[in-house]
């Protein structure tokens, strides 16, 4: 497929585009719709970097700056496992004051505070910001997230790989080819990680297309990106003014076109907390096959305006799942099932 037939597909009506992605998404999951149990921290939100999207880091928008102790971290790691996560997923901002030593001291901590605990952790966007900070190059920022106890990386910091758009967005932050290498190179070490798309501002259909694109070209080289994640860009308390919000067709022809394009990107994931719990599960039907998980906490998406603060339980999950016509999975973080429902 070319970017012209891709484009054209996205084009084409919904529930035509909705068919073809959801004739792979059942070829390779049937009617699974998969789930883990997870937590999100974010330890802390000052940043050095400046995001006209962001809602989360700290600025005259959100003048509420914070820093958890690695004994805070800690704890909040430690009540996320005792109720059962088998995830966290830790993202933090690009933080300056706290030093190099406090990002591994803190991943450290949690896996000897909770070894069975999967950390999820460290954009790429958090990777170039310590390289660039502390002159150190990405191979030795990987190596050091991998000596601390970093088991997979989450998929932010991709935005929008057009560089005139990203440059408008959020220009000083991680190239869009030093995303692609970092996790290239995270790949080469034998590690799994995800990949996003932040859509729904300024971008147009063929940007999307365009960064689709060049995730493809990486999955056929490495295979190690376990899911894609398009996250719709939400439109509190940031200094991206003027958008109108993308509506549903919008997000499920995007979703539908993710689902075709990344044939090679084994699962789909359409994140309830931005899209909000009934559209997440309608998106199963336009090629999403993932959700999410409980969540339990959640900064960045509810910061920019989004319901998900106090996650969901396991129990209205799987039953929002099975309500839908659909087979809840749980599953581990590198997509092993763990126990079928229903
Ligand atoms: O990179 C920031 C996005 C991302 C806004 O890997 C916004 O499983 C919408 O990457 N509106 C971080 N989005 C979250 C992320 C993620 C989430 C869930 C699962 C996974 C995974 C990764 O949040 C950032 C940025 O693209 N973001 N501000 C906003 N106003």
């Known amino acids: 497929m070319t970017q012209s037939d891709a484009l054209a597909l996205f084009e084409s009506d919904l529930f ?7 004739r792979i998404r059942r070829s390779q999951h049937e009617h699974k719709v998969f789930f883990n149990l997870n937590r999100h921290l974010n330890p802390t939100n000052v940043c050095a970097d400046y995001c006209r999207f962001c809602g989360f880091s700290v600025h005259r928008k959100n003048p509420n700056p914070y820093t958890l102790s690695i004994e805070e971290a800690v704890a909040q790691a430690r009540q996320a496992h005792d109720a059962g996560a088998k995830e966290l997923h830790v993202v933090s ?45 990405f191979d030795q920022v990987l190596d050091r997230m991998i000596e601390s106890g970093v088991d997979s990386m989450p998929g932010g910091g991709a935005e929008i790989f057009d560089e005139s758009i990203r440059h408008y967005l959020c220009k000083g932050k991680v190239s869009s080819a030093d995303w692609l290498t970092i996790h290239e190179k995270w790949h080469a070490r034998g590690r799994k990680s995800n990949a996003t798309m932040l859509f729904g501002h300024v971008e147009d259909p063929i940007h999307r297309v365009d960064h689709l694109f060049r995730l493809a070209e990486l999955q056929a080289k490495t295979g190690g990106f376990n899911a894609f994640i398009p996250l719709l860009y939400l439109t509190k308390n940031n200094f991206l003014t003027g958008i109108k919000p993308a509506g549903a067709e919008e997000i499920l022809k995007t979703i539908a076109l993710s ?84």
């Open 16 to 22: 035509s585009l909705g068919q073809t992605a959801d």
């Open 93 to 137: 901002a690009h933080n300056q004051e706290v030093g190099l030593a406090w990002y591994f001291d803190l991943f450290k901590a949690i896996k000897a505070a909770c070894p069975d605990i999967h950390l999820k952790a460290m954009t790429a966007a958090e990777v170039e910001f310590l390289a660039r900070t502390y002159d150190l190059s």
């Open 259 to 342: 689902r075709i394009v990344l044939e090679g990107i084994p699962h789909i994931k359409a994140y309830w907390a931005m899209l909000g719990i009934n559209l997440a599960l309608v998106a199963q039907h336009f090629g999403a096959d993932d959700i999410d998980g409980t969540i339990q906490r959640e900064s960045i998406a509810s910061a920019a305006g989004a319901k998900s603060a106090a996650g969901l339980d396991q129990k209205s999950l799987i039953d929002l799942i099975l309500n839908a016509g659909f087979v809840p999975v749980e599953r581990d973080s590198l997509y092993n099932e763990l126990k079928v429902y229903g």
